[in-house]
Nanobody
Framework: QVQLVESGGGSVQAGNSLRLSCTAS????????MAWFRQAPGKEREFISA????????IYADSVKGRFTISRDNAKNTVYLQMNGLTPEDTAVYYC???????????????????WGQGTQVTVSS
């Protein structure tokens, strides 16, 4: 059983940055692909970014490409999401997910991830 805890959310003005962290416990972190999703009120959960087990492959949603950067530190059991150039459209609850043996084409699917954190709120004002 893997537990995931997100942190780093908050309220910022448009154009500012935030760095989210997701720390895992209870499993072998380096054996999990990790991803960030977000869910805005009244909307479905949306894929943001994913990173393979050793960090060699990263993918992004078009809506955040060039603004967000995913990274991981397997020694610290933590995955990060650096978010720059935030806009009000980025306002959502951000979740991290962990999954094993996910093929490349499935990294964007929330159903591929078995473990989820409780989420952290990001609010961007104009």
């Amino acid at each position: 059983q893997v537990q995931l805890v997100e942190s780093g959310g908050g309220s910022v003005q448009a154009g500012n940055s935030l760095r989210l962290s997701c720390t895992a416990s209870g499993g072998t972190f380096s054996s999990y692909a990790m991803a960030w999703f977000r869910q805005a009120p009244g909307k479905e959960r949306e894929f943001i970014s994913a990173i393979r087990e050793r960090g060699g492959t990263t993918i992004y949603a078009d809506s955040v490409k060039g603004r967000f950067t995913i990274s991981r530190d397997n020694a610290k059991n933590t995955v990060y999401l650096q978010m720059n150039g935030l806009t009000p459209e980025d306002t959502a609850v951000y979740y991290c997910g962990a999954g094993q043996r996910i093929i490349l084409s499935s990294l964007r699917r929330d159903s591929a991830y078995v473990y989820w954190g409780q989420g952290t709120q990001v609010t961007v004002s104009s």
